[in-house]
Structure formats: C-alpha cells, structure tokens
Nanobody, 124 residues
Framework: VQLQASGGGLVQAGGSLRLSCAAS????????MGWFRQAPGKEREFVSA????????RYADSVKGRFAISRDNAKNTVYLQMNSLKPEDSAVYYC??????????????????WGQGTLVTVSS
C-alpha cells in the first residue's frame, strides 16, 4: 500500500483544513487508517484512526470535538477534517495504514505503511 497525504497549508487560528490521504492498491478497505502528527523536536503522536468500515473511530483528547476522520473506500481515500485549529496543532501530519486491533490504533507500531506527511501551520 502506498499512501499520499495532501491538504496541508498555512491557516489562522480558528480556521479549518481538510487533509486527504490517497492509497494505492485494491486492499485499502481492509486496512485501519490513522493520522499522526509530529511537531519539531517532538515525538510522533496519535491524532485519529478509523476502522476498515468507517464504523469505529478514535481521537486523541487534544483534538476531540474539533477534528473528524472519515473514509471513502470507493475512492481509496481517508480524510481528516480539522476545525477550530490552534497554533499547537502545527505539525507534519502523516497518514498510516495497518491491521492492528483497536487497542493498538494509538501507537505507531500498529501501522505498517506510512505516507510522506503534509505540513500544517497554524498562525496565532
């Protein structure tokens, strides 16, 4: 599976962005998809994940109520709608694909494939 993230950019605090992650391959619908982010000097951290069917989602506490993950298996694409953005949301955002059980969705080790990242910068 190859992943291509896009949609990052510069936005003012309080604004919105929608990230997309397009996947190659015919097995996309069998993968759990996740979003992680990494700010300069910090470790990569979990943001959100969605089950293969889209019926189950998880969010980091820091983004709950502001971000929404979704997927379109017909388009081999997963999305991350980010609203009410804050300067502390600034980071490189990575999408990932894996087949881990839900307990492991929060960890980078739960994913087998990673996209190249897209930069999100939120100005105050």
């Amino acid at each position: 599976v190859q992943l291509q993230a896009s949609g990052g950019g510069l936005v003012q605090a309080g604004g919105s962005l929608r990230l997309s992650c397009a996947a190659s391959g015919r097995t996309f619908s069998s993968y759990v998809m996740g979003w992680f982010r990494q700010a300069p000097g910090k470790e990569r951290e979990f943001v959100s994940a969605i089950s293969w069917s889209g019926g189950s989602t998880r969010y980091a506490d820091s983004v709950k109520g502001r971000f929404a993950i979704s997927r379109d298996n017909a388009k081999n694409t997963v999305y991350l709608q980010m609203n009410s953005l804050k300067p502390e949301d600034s980071a490189v955002y990575y999408c990932a694909a894996g087949r881990a059980y839900s307990d492991n969705w929060y960890y980078t080790s739960g994913y087998d494939y990673w996209g190249q990242g897209t930069l999100v910068t939120v100005s105050s």
